[in-house]
């Protein structure tokens, strides 16, 4: 330990073993491919009718077409933007961190005593789980905000069964 007591992370084998470690990322159903292939199939069609428009004399209606292409480029690129976010939840014998990275790169970071944390949650009857806690000393924040019902459930189970190996504490084996 340093003078500050912050956890030195140098030497690997100083470092404690990780019992549960997530990293949560938003879900997208587009990727890259099928980006390119809607921005290129709304262009032909926006460019082949608003090209009809100005067979028909209705120039400045092809200039509509071109904007409405950029606007829902631009939607796009800031959902691109945003999957940039992220939640990094790892559980060791002394310590619950939680990191978060928002999509600019800003980091929030809490740590907590495993024995002292507990998790909470609020169910909704027709939804399922809605929100996941962690509550410690007074604090609460919410975390697993990206999952869905079903995933937040079952993340629930892990970090559930995470705190409760913690909480029985290191297990060394001195065969290795």
């Known amino acids: ?84 976010a992220r939640e990094e939840i790892t559980v060791t014998a002394s310590e619950l961190r939680v990191r978060r990275i928002n999509h600019r790169g800003q980091v929030a970071e809490w740590t907590f005593n495993p024995l002292w944390v507990r998790l909470d949650m609020e169910v909704d009857e027709d939804f399922g789980i809605e929100h996941l806690y962690l509550i410690s000393r007074g604090r609460q924040i919410q975390i697993a905000r990206f999952l869905g019902p079903e995933e937040k459930a079952s993340f629930y189970k892990g970090l559930v069964e995470a705190l409760n190996a913690a909480k029985r504490g290191p297990t060394y084996n001195p065969i290795s």
């Open 1 to 84: 330990m340093s003078a500050g007591n912050e956890i030195e992370r140098g030497d690997p084998e100083q470092r404690e073993a990780q019992i549960f470690s997530a990293l949560l990322t938003p879900h997208r159903s587009l990727n890259r491919t099928g980006f390119l292939a809607v921005m290129l199939f709304l262009s032909v069609v926006s460019f082949a009718t608003g090209l009809a428009f100005l067979i028909k004399g209705a120039w400045p209606v092809l200039g509509f077409f071109g904007l409405d292409v950029l606007v829902v480029w631009w939607a796009f690129k800031a959902n691109f933007r945003t999957a940039r």
